[in-house]
T-cell receptor, first 115, second 115 residues
Framework: AQSVTQLDSHVSVSEGTPVLLRCNYS??????LFWYVQHPNKGLQLLLK??????LVKGINGFEAEFKKSETSFHLTKPSAHMSDAAEYFC?????????????FGKGTKLSVKP | DVKVTQSSRYLVKRTGEKVFLECVQD?????MFWYRQDPGLGLRLIYF???????EKGDIPEGYSVSREKKERFSLILESASTNQTSMYLC??????????????FGPGTRLTVL
């Protein structure tokens, strides 16, 4: 069965410093992996996705993530945080049953950015 | 741009009432989904539909039902609302059946409070 674990429930960084949000996954096959972001009082928006092509995936707003099969990880990074990056981030793995495009969401990591 | 709209942003109902949450997408997507989002638990799938009049249970279907009479519209029904159904409800859609790689597009959410 698939599962996803976000290792930090809350991360705080200063503006201009790097961001690292950690995610480990478990899957019995080659999954698709996603990062979604949710700004306060807004719907979820796709940041980036991995679908078995390049292992380094670039997303919107300067974010990127690297798929590491040996470590079963898909960590999200950004070289320099902006105040507008403050939001909740969800790591997501695709489900294999039913092939209906179902997703399993992690519990989320809240990113705070200090001025 | 894909647009997913939900009928209400905020809703307050009383225990035992029948509650309807409506979701409409405007991009001819095959799949539609209902999730609930609770702090510290991430998103959990309630029901999904891959075609008109078709529905499949997600991880937490108890106490809910759904209806999809038209391709663009997916309704979530709480037959008899209870206080433990107080939550944020998110609707999503994705383009193709039988694929795990498509992006899911989310509505802004309905915050339901059951008193």
């Amino acid at each position: 069965a698939q599962s996803v674990t976000q290792l930090d429930s809350h991360v705080s960084v200063s503006e201009g410093t790097p961001v690292l949000l950690r995610c480990n996954y478990s899957s019995s096959y080659s999954p698709s992996l996603f990062w979604y972001v949710q700004h306060p009082n807004k719907g979820l928006q796709l940041l980036l996705k991995y679908t078995s092509a390049a292992t380094l995936v670039k997303g919107i707003n300067g974010f990127e993530a690297e798929f590491k099969k040996s470590e079963t990880s898909f960590h999200l990074t950004k070289p320099s945080a902006h105040m507008s990056d403050a939001a909740e981030y969800f790591c997501v793995v695709s489900r294999d049953w039913g092939s209906q495009g179902n997703l399993i969401f992690g519990k989320g990591t809240k990113l705070s950015v200090k001025p | 741009d894909v647009k997913v709209t939900q009928s209400s942003r905020y809703l307050v109902k009383r225990t035992g009432e029948k509650v309807f949450l409506e979701c409409v997408q405007d991009m001819d997507h095959e799949n539609m989904f209902w999730y609930r989002q609770d702090p510290g638990l991430g998103l959990r799938l309630i029901y999904f539909s891959y075609d008109v009049k078709m529905k499949e249970k997600g991880d937490i279907p108890e106490g809910y039902s759904v209806s999809r009479e038209k391709k663009e519209r997916f309704s979530l029904i709480l037959e008899s609302a209870s206080t433990n159904q107080t939550s944020m409800y998110l609707c999503a859609s994705s383009l193709r059946q039988f694929t795990s790689t498509d992006t899911q597009y989310f509505g802004p959410g309905t915050r339901l409070t059951v008193l």
